[in-house]
Structures are given as C-alpha cells and as structure tokens.
C-alpha cells in the first residue's frame, strides 16, 4: 500500500492531535524516561505467577539458590512441561520477552516450531480437496520441530546466571518423583481419551490401565525425566542430536510423519528485536513476527491513541476498542508469517500515520461491518497455552507464552522420551483462506514451507511507565492478543495485578463479524448500546489464563495474580 503525499500531511495532523508515538525497536534509547528510570531501581523481592502451583514454586526454587528472572523462567516452563502437559511442553515451543536490568536490554527469545523439510501441503487435505482436520491437528503430521528446549539452553546460556543442571533440578525431580495431575489435566486427558488411545506410548503414558489417571493419583513420568537429564547434561545436543533425536524421528516416521534428523539437527531458537509501542505515556515492549500478537496490540493501541478512552462511557470505549481489534485481525489475516521467508509491510502497518488513516474510517456510533472492510470462524479456544510472569530482585523481566497448540497438542507422544508432541502445523494457512482451529485466516505469507515458522498470536509482553511496570501474557489461541491489549489497557488505567487477573473480557477478531464477550462484561445497559450500533454479542464460556506481575516502582511494592479462572495457578511474591 502507498500513501499520497497529502494523505500523510493529513496523518500527521491527526497524529500529532492523537498524541502518539511508536518505535520499532526494543533498545531503551526509544524508550520514555520511565523505562530507563526502571532499569535504575531494583525492587529487593521477586514475583512469579504461572498457571500450576509447582512450576512457581519451581521457579522461587532456583530464585533462591541464586539464579535470576531468566533462570527461574527455565525451571518454570520445563515444570509446565511435567504438570501441564496439555498447554506447553518441551515437545512445543514458546515466544518470550526479556529485559534485562543491569543495561535495560530488551529481547525477544523466538523459540517457536518450524516446519519439517519435507512438509506436503497435501498431506492436510483430504482426496476431495477439503481441509483435512485430522492430520492437521493430530499425529506427528501436525507437529512441528519442538523450540522450547532450544529456547530453553539460549536463556540459559545467554541470560541465566545457573547451570542448566540448577534450573532444570525441580523439573526433572517432579518428572521423576511424581506429582498429582490437577483436576484440569485430568480433564484435559479425558477430553483427548480417544486420541490419546490411537498410539500406544501416549496411551501409556496418559491413560494408565486405559483410562484418565484418578484423582489422587501420584503420576510419574521417567521418560521425560530422562529426557530432560540428557538437556541439562547436554543442553541443544540432548535434545536435537543423539539418543533423543534418534527415538524422536524413529517414533514419528514410524507413525507416518516425515521428521529428519538433520530436520532437529537444524533448529535454532532465535533472538529478535521486540516491538515496542509508547501509549499514554507507557511503553509496551511485544512480540514481533513470526507472532502476530505484538504488530496486532500495536496497531490497535496506536488507533486507539487518537481517542481519551478514559473518558467514555462503556459503550462507546468498548465500540472503539473492537473497530481497532477489527481492523488489525483483517491485517493479521493478511500480511503475516515467518520474517525469514516473507516481506511485511511492518513499516506501515506499525506506523502512526497508518493507524491514524484507519481511524478515520471508525464511525462514532456505529459498528463498520467487517464485510465492508475490504475480506472468516471461530470456536472456543480450550486448554491450550501457558503463559507466566517473573520479575527478580535486581528488576530482571520475563513474559513467556508457551505452547503445544490445541489442547494436548498432537496427542502424539514419540515413544521413549516422553515427549508429547504439538500440533502446530495447523497454526500455518495449510488450505488457504479456510479457518484454522481458531477461525484464523491466512495467506501465502503464513503458508508451510520447510524450515518456516508458523504464524503465532502469542503476546508476552511488558509494559513500563513512570512509576509502575506490568509483565502480562495470556493463553487463549487468537483470543490471546485482544487479551493481552485488555489487561494492558487494565494496567494503564491503574488497576492491580489481581484486578487484571480477573477482569471480564471481551473480543473481536474482524471475521466471523460478532463481539465474543465472557458473561458479566457489560451490563444491559451497555449490551443495548452495542446491539444498536450494530453489534452481535456472542457469549463465549472458555478464555484464557492471565498470569500478571507488576511493580509499583514508587511504593517499590511486587504484586503477583493468577487468573481466578485457574485454580491450581499461584502468583506469589517472596
Ligand atoms: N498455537 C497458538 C499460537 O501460537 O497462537
């Protein structure tokens, strides 16, 4: 897309009336005053809140035998990984971001799944040419090359102040010893039973004497512990090369995939530069591309920075918030994939002046049907992705979203290691423009190629003002990115870690055309508003599991929430 030269002078008005500013790069020379004042303090405590009880009790473990945010970020995912297997694992993968205290340094950690080299786009349709959901989202054919064990050793390695032994310990003991599954993994296990049941090693290892494991039970898995032993012995060359790699190919091509060794041999975890967006006086620091997530917040932030939507009645906050969640899902669907393979236009659609043209589009009492907006379905998200927030004593920061795609990933696990495999294949346009399980639409920006990542909505991100910092991140398939926008909206406004937490939510993602909204969000009042502008309210059940910490710089005062909506998660402040 090309801008006339008028058409920017307009922009530029209408920005400078909005007040916005963005930059694409995460180093603190773009950062307001805020940020650098937060790389100067140190808050003295550490937070941590994640979505099961073990793994921020892990993570506090290694905090105190001296590790840092980054270390204790290791031990939490790998616990993840033992306990909540139907959200993230080490057969998955994860986006992260980090700052670091002691030179402000912000960093995206992309450990996110690739596609195998010899990835067949036929493989996901069935002989009519329909979209075949079975391989797309079960088997080894929907599984990508795992990242977080890759992601894992470069934290370790670059960040970390501890062995990999160190902070792997609490993981591998839990594998080991045995922990009781909670009554959400339970769960999670009886919904995929008949999956589960198709291959013999994940049968075993989730339904022992062919069923869910009780409740009560105490579960022990020594071939993930095993696995994880070879990773902290051996870090990348545990995982991608020798004993493991050879039981993971054997396993997967054995069941009809197509993994290679030189496919694992081949991995890398990456690095990028964070997008980072100035709101209302605070930065964002968020994923960039192979997610879509950060370029999505960023967009919908800087449209709604033409607006005061403080002062607003609900209605009309919430009519402007969903016509820029509309417009940045129609960029999603469009432009995005992996920046390895494909060009995006992030100039534009990061740009101010961009979302400035957008906002004039937006009616002041009237929801813009989508199907005007020249370009799709979407189900419940279920129990699937993890997301946890740490910051340490010296001020370290990490927001890491991790994954095994939809609930139980795969269902797949390669026999002798323990692994259960995702299911991210389906996060690519594998048929173009047909839904994925998220209703999300795609291009050939986002379409598989081996080698390639697949788009991601995952959002970790952190927020810093002048006084208060926010690390945020939600699970929640595509509902994730308009969950996170809340929560740091929530965040700006003032609210706390637990009111964040909990509050009620709502979304958009430009098709299918209705407002998702979880019961309790809007009163009759406000639902009557929205219908009369134009809106279709849809009540959706299942949203994702917020795992917030923040510090009040100014009280020097920690705060750590787990989703109320999660039982079994723990924020705790020590
Ligand atoms: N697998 C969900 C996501 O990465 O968005």
Do not use: H
């Given at each position: 897309m090309r801008f006339s030269m008028s058409w920017r002078v307009l922009s530029l008005s209408l920005l400078l009336v909005g007040g916005a500013a963005f930059a694409a790069d995460g180093a603190p020379k773009a950062a307001p005053a805020a940020a650098a004042h937060a790389a100067q303090q140190r808050p003295g405590h550490a937070a941590i809140a994640s979505a099961n009880f073990h793994a921020t009790e892990a993570g506090l473990?290694?905090?105190?035998?001296g590790g840092n945010a980054?270390?204790?970020?290791?031990?939490?995912?790998?616990t993840l990984s033992v306990v909540e297997p139907e959200s993230s694992g080490i057969g998955g993968g994860f986006m992260a971001v980090l700052h670091r205290a002691k030179d402000g340094r912000n960093v995206f950690i992309d450990a996110r799944e690739t596609a195998p080299a010899a990835v067949n786009p036929k493989d996901y349709l069935n002989p009519d040419g329909s979209?075949?959901?079975?391989?797309?989202?079960?088997?080894?054919?929907?599984?990508?090359?795992?990242?977080?064990?890759?992601?894992?050793?470069?934290?370790?390695?670059r960040y970390g102040r501890l062995s990999l032994q160190q902070s792997l310990a609490p993981a591998i003991r839990i594998a080991r010893d045995g922990f009781e599954p909670d009554a959400r993994l339970r769960g999670a296990i009886a919904s995929m039973q008949k999956d589960l049941a198709r291959w013999p090693a994940s049968a075993a290892k989730y339904l022992p004497n062919g069923k869910p494991p009780a409740e009560g039970a105490t579960w022990r898995d020594p071939d993930q512990a095993r696995t994880l032993e070879l990773i902290a012995a051996h870090g990348d060359d545990g995982f991608y090369r020798g004993e493991t790699a050879q039981k993971l190919v054997a396993a997967v091509r054995?069941?009809?995939?197509?993994?290679?060794?030189?496919?694992?041999?081949?991995?890398?975890a990456k690095e990028r530069t964070p997008i980072s967006v100035d709101y209302r006086g605070y930065k964002i620091i968020t994923a960039p591309p192979p997610s879509s997530?950060?370029?999505?917040?960023?967009?919908?932030?800087?449209?709604?920075?033409?607006?005061?939507?403080?002062?607003?009645?609900?209605?009309?906050?919430v009519h402007y918030i969903v016509e820029a969640m509309r417009r940045a899902f129609r960029d999603h669907n469009d432009y995005l994939g992996d920046p390895d393979f494909v060009k995006m236009p992030l100039d534009m659609l990061l740009s101010p002046y961009y979302a400035a043209g957008l906002r004039q589009g937006i009616l002041h009492d009237k929801a813009t049907p989508s199907s005007m907006l020249p370009r799709a379905e979407a189900p419940e998200p279920g129990m699937h992705t993890t997301h946890f927030s740490i910051i340490d004593a010296d001020g370290n920061m990490a927001a890491v979203t991790s994954t095994v795609n939809y609930t139980m990933g795969s269902s797949f696990v390669a026999a002798g290691t323990g692994v259960l495999l995702n299911d991210e294949m389906d996060d690519f346009a594998l048929v173009p423009n047909k839904p994925n399980v998220y209703g999300l639409l795609g291009s050939a920006a986002n379409a598989p190629k081996g080698g390639k990542r697949m788009l991601s909505s995952m959002s970790p991100s952190i927020v810093i003002g002048a006084d208060r910092t926010a690390v945020i991140g939600s699970p929640g398939g595509s509902t994730?990115?308009?969950?996170?926008?809340e929560g740091i909206l929530h965040f700006i406004d003032g609210e706390s870690a637990q009111q964040i937490a909990a509050h009620k939510r709502f979304h958009h993602q430009y098709l299918p055309d209705v407002v998702n909204v979880e019961e309790g969000t809007f009163d009759a009042a406000t639902s009557d508003a929205l219908t009369k502008m134009g809106y279709t309210l849809k009540p959706r059940e299942s949203w994702g599991f917020m795992n917030?910490?923040?510090?009040?710089?100014?009280?020097?005062?920690?705060?750590?929430a787990s989703d109320p909506r999660r039982p079994s998660g723990l924020g705790k402040v020590q």
């Open positions: 473990e290694v905090l105190a035998k980054f270390d204790a970020a290791v031990a939490v995912a790998a979209p075949n959901r079975d391989t797309a989202l079960k088997g080894p054919l929907s599984a990508g090359i795992p990242g977080e064990p890759a992601g894992l050793v470069l934290i370790a390695k054995a069941a009809g995939g197509n993994w290679t060794l030189a496919d694992l041999a081949n991995y890398r997530g950060g370029v999505a917040i960023a967009e919908i932030l800087n449209i709604l920075s033409g607006y005061d939507l403080t002062k607003m009645d609900q209605a009309t906050r994730i990115i308009t969950q996170v926008l917030v910490v923040t510090w009040d710089r100014k009280a020097n005062k920690l705060d750590a």
